[in-house]
């Protein structure tokens, strides 16, 4: 069994920068992607990017962040969300995801292991 936790969140005007965190630990053997999604009130929860858990390599990113985020690894079992240049759109709780499939996909049905979600509010 997998566990994630992640950790970060806050506060931050708009053009600000956040950075979460998100650490796995036990049979972390059986990840293949992480994902980080974000769920807006009244809104579902969307993809926001993944990456290759073994390689770290060719992260993949939903548009709507391209160029604003940065989803990296380091060999520490921790994945983060480097966040840039940030908007009021992007308030959400952030969650980082594990996957077993090999692809990095973006639908949450693909993902079986989640963190507790970590709150990101952007004031304008």
């Known amino acids: 069994q997998v566990q994630l936790v992640e950790s970060g969140g806050g506060l931050v005007q708009a053009g600000g920068s956040l950075r979460l965190s998100c650490a796995a630990s036990?049979?972390?053997?059986?990840?293949?992607?992480m994902g980080w999604f974000r769920q807006a009130p009244g809104k579902e929860r969307e993809f926001v990017g993944g990456?290759?858990?073994?390689?770290?390599?060719?992260p993949s990113y939903a548009d709507s962040v391209k160029g604003r985020f940065t989803i990296s690894r380091d060999n520490a079992k921790t994945v983060y969300l480097q966040m840039n240049s940030l908007k009021p759109e992007d308030t959400a709780v952030y969650y980082c995801?594990?996957?077993?499939?090999?692809?990095?996909?973006?639908?949450?049905?693909?993902?079986?292991?989640w963190g507790q979600g970590t709150q990101v509010t952007v004031s304008s």
């Open positions: 036990g049979r972390t053997f059986n990840i293949y992607t």
């Open positions: 990456i290759n858990w073994s390689s770290g390599r060719t």
């Open positions: 995801a594990a996957s077993p499939n090999w692809l990095i996909r973006s639908n949450s049905g693909d993902y079986d292991t």
